[in-house]
C-alpha cells in the first residue's frame, strides 16, 4: 500500500495533485480496467472516469450534478413508479430491492434543467435500478417528457444505460419501444433537437428504440452499446467476435454514433449542439 | 392448452407461413425485392397485391417450408436490411396512398455479428418511429411467433390481430427461464407468467382481435380473414387522422 504514495506520479490524476490516499472512512472502488483502487472523492473530481480513461457506471442524480448548471435542475414526472401489470412471480421484491438500491422509484429520471445557460428538457437512465430496465413508467416517464418538451419547443437530451426491456412487464414493456418512438417522431416533426449520449450499456429493447433515434448521437468511451447481448451472440453464431465488439468506437465506426465525447467534455460537447441549434442562454 | 402449448403450436413448422396467407388471400401478387442499401434479405418478403379490388402492400416475415428454403431465410429472422426493405415498401405504399397489411412470424431479429455490425437496433427503431407516423391503414396479423422487438418493428400498426395460437412477447420463454430460473427447462413455467397467448393480448389492449383457427390453411379460413381484413381497411380508409389515433393507441400502454 505505502508503494502506492511514494512512487512517482505516473498519470494526470495524480500529476495534477490529486490524492490517491482515502479519507478515514471514504469508499474505494476497484476500476474494472486498470485494477486500480481509487477513494471515492478522486473519482468524484475526475467524473468517475478512471486515469486509464475507463469510465464508471454512475448514478442518474450525479450524473445531472455532473453535467448541467449548479441547481438548474428541476424534476418532473418523479411520482411515476412502476406497478405489476402482469402478477409478475417475484417482481414486487425486485421492485423493492432496486429502489432500495437506486434510492429511485424507477430506472429513469426526468426534468429540466439548464446546460451552460441554455434550458433543455433532460432524461438520464439509472445503472443502479435494475440496470436501467425499461419498464412501462420508465417509458410513460420518457413520453411524458418528450410531450413536454415538444409543447414548450425544448430540445431533448437524454442520456441512456440500459439492459433492455423489462421482462417482468412482458408485452406492457415491448409496447414503451413503440410508445417512446412515437413521442420521439412527434416531438422530431416539430422541428426539435434531441441529442442522445450512449452511456454503459445501452443494449436490448433501448437500443432498438429512443437511443437510436437521436439527431446527433454521442457515446462515451468504450461503452457497450448493441442490441442483441453479447454472450447470446457468441452462442448463436459460434464465431469468436472482434475484440471491440458492441463498443462505442464500433458503432461509430459502423455508422451509428456521431461523435465519441470523454465524459470530461460532455457537458462543453452538449452546450456546443445546444448553441448550434438556437440555444440561448 | 397451456400457455406453452400454445409456444409450440406457434413455432409449430406445419402452419401456413407468410407466403401461404398472400398466395391465398390476395391476388396478382408482385414481390419487390431489397432495401436500396445493401441486400435483399430473404427473411421478409414484401410487395404489391389487391385484396379483392383493393389495391395494397402486403409484407410479411417468411420462415420457409422445407429445411433449405428455412435456412435461406434464416428461419424467419430478419437482419436490418429485411426492416429496411419494410419500411421502404410502407413508405412507397403510403406514396401511393395504399394501405399495408403485415404479417409477423419470428422469433425474434437476427442475431449476429453481421447484424450488430449493420444497426440491428437502428433498423428496428426507425420503423418503430416511421410506421407511427404513416397517413395510410395499417394492419399487422400474427400468425405464429411475435418475437420482441424483431415484430413489434412490423406490428405499430393501427389494427393488431393475432392467431389463436400466436404468441406475442418480449422474451421467449426459454431465455427468460434461463434468466430468472437459471434453467431454461423451466420455459412453461415463464410462458405462463409472461402472459403472451393471443387471449392475453387482447385483454391487455395489445391486440384488437384474435382469429379463430378453425379450419386453417383452408380455402375457408382464407377466405373469412380476407373479408374480414377488407372490412378493417375500408373502416380505416374512412378515417381523418390515422397517425394522432395510432399514437393514441401505443400511448395508452403503461399510461
Not at chain 2, 64 to 83: C, Q
Request: hydrophobic share 35%; charged share 25%.
Amino acid at each position: 500500500m505505502a508503494l502506492r504514495f511514494t512512487r512517482k506520479p505516473e498519470n494526470e490524476l495524480e500529476k495534477e495533485g490529486r490524492s490517491l490516499e482515502p479519507h478515514a472512512g471514504e469508499t474505494e472502488y476497484v476500476c474494472p480496467n486498470c485494477h486500480r483502487t481509487l477513494p471515492e472523492t478522486t473519482l468524484d473530481d475526475n467524473q468517475w472516469v478512471c486515469s486509464c480513461g475507463h469510465h464508471f457506471r454512475i448514478s442518474a442524480r450525479r450524473r445531472i450534478r455532473m453535467l448541467t448548471d449548479e441547481g438548474s435542475f428541476s424534476e418532473l414526472f418523479a411520482s411515476i413508479e412502476s406497478t405489476d401489470p402482469l402478477s409478475f412471480p417475484g417482481y414486487q421484491e425486485k421492485l423493492e430491492k432496486a429502489r432500495k438500491a437506486s434510492g429511485e422509484k424507477e430506472s429513469v429520471v426526468t426534468g429540466t434543467a439548464r446546460i451552460d445557460g441554455m434550458e433543455a428538457a433532460i432524461f438520464v437512465m439509472s445503472p443502479e435500478f435494475m440496470m436501467g430496465s425499461m419498464g412501462a413508467a420508465t417509458g410513460e416517464k420518457i413520453t411524458l417528457l418528450f410531450e413536454y418538451a415538444t409543447e414548450r419547443g425544448l430540445p431533448v437530451v437524454g442520456w441512456t444505460v440500459s439492459g433492455g426491456a423489462r421482462m417482468q412487464e412482458g408485452l406492457m414493456s415491448l409496447m414503451q419501444m413503440a410508445k417512446t418512438s412515437g413521442a420521439v417522431k412527434r416531438h422530431s416533426d416539430r422541428g426539435l433537437l434531441y441529442i442522445t449520449v450512449l452511456t454503459d450499456p445501452t443494449t436490448g429493447g433501448v437500443t432498438a428504440s429512443f437511443a437510436m433515434e437521436g439527431d446527433i448521437i454521442v457515446a462515451e468511451p468504450g461503452a457497450t452499446v448493441g442490441f442483441a447481448g453479447r454472450r447470446v451472440v457468441e452462442q448463436t453464431t459460434m464465431e469468436s467476435l472482434p475484440r471491440d465488439f458492441q463498443t462505442s468506437e464500433f458503432i461509430l465506426a459502423h455508422g451509428f454514433a456521431d461523435i465519441i465525447t470523454p465524459r470530461g467534455d460532455e457537458k462543453r460537447m452538449i452546450a456546443e449542439l445546444l448553441r448550434f441549434h438556437g440555444g440561448q442562454a | 392448452m397451456t400457455a406453452y402449448d400454445k409456444v409450440r403450436t406457434a413455432r409449430s413448422t406445419s402452419r401456413p407461413t407468410t407466403q401461404d396467407y398472400i398466395a391465398s388471400m390476395f391476388t396478382g401478387f408482385i414481390e419487390l425485392h431489397g432495401d436500396r442499401r445493401y441486400r435483399d434479405d430473404e427473411a421478409i418478403i414484401g410487395g404489391l397485391a389487391y385484396l379483392g379490388d383493393k389495391p395494397v402492400t402486403v409484407i410479411g416475415i417468411e420462415k420457409g417450408h422445407d429445411t433449405i428454403e428455412r435456412m435461406r431465410r434464416s428461419f424467419g429472422a430478419p437482419e436490418p436490411e429485411g426492416y429496411r426493405k419494410a419500411l421502404r415498401l410502407m413508405k412507397q405504399a403510403e406514396k401511393f396512398r395504399r394501405p399495408v397489411v403485415c404479417f409477423v412470424d419470428t422469433s425474434g431479429a437476427y442475431c449476429g455479428i453481421g447484424a450488430e455490425e449493420r444497426g440491428q437496433g437502428q433498423a428496428i427503431a426507425e420503423n418503430l418511429m416511421e410506421m407511427m407516423a404513416l397517413r395510410i391503414p395499417t394492419v399487422s396479423i400474427l400468425i405464429g411467433e411475435g418475437g420482441s422487438g424483431g415484430a413489434l418493428a412490423l406490428a405499430v400498426s393501427d389494427k393488431v390481430w393475432m392467431l389463436e395460437n400466436a404468441v406475442y412477447s418480449v422474451i421467449s420463454p426459454e431465455g427468460c427461464a434461463s434468466i430468472l430460473y437459471k434453467d431454461a427447462s423451466e420455459a412453461p413455467k415463464a410462458a405462463e407468467s409472461l402472459r403472451l397467448t393471443a387471449e392475453d393480448a387482447l385483454s391487455l389492449g395489445v391486440a384488437e382481435r384474435v382469429i379463430s383457427e378453425d379450419g386453417i390453411g383452408t380455402e375457408d379460413f382464407y377466405g373469412r380473414l380476407a373479408e374480414e381484413l377488407y372490412g378493417e381497411l375500408e373502416a380505416l380508409g374512412h378515417e381523418t387522422d390515422l397517425p394522432g389515433t395510432r399514437y393514441q393507441r401505443f400511448r395508452a400502454f403503461g399510461r
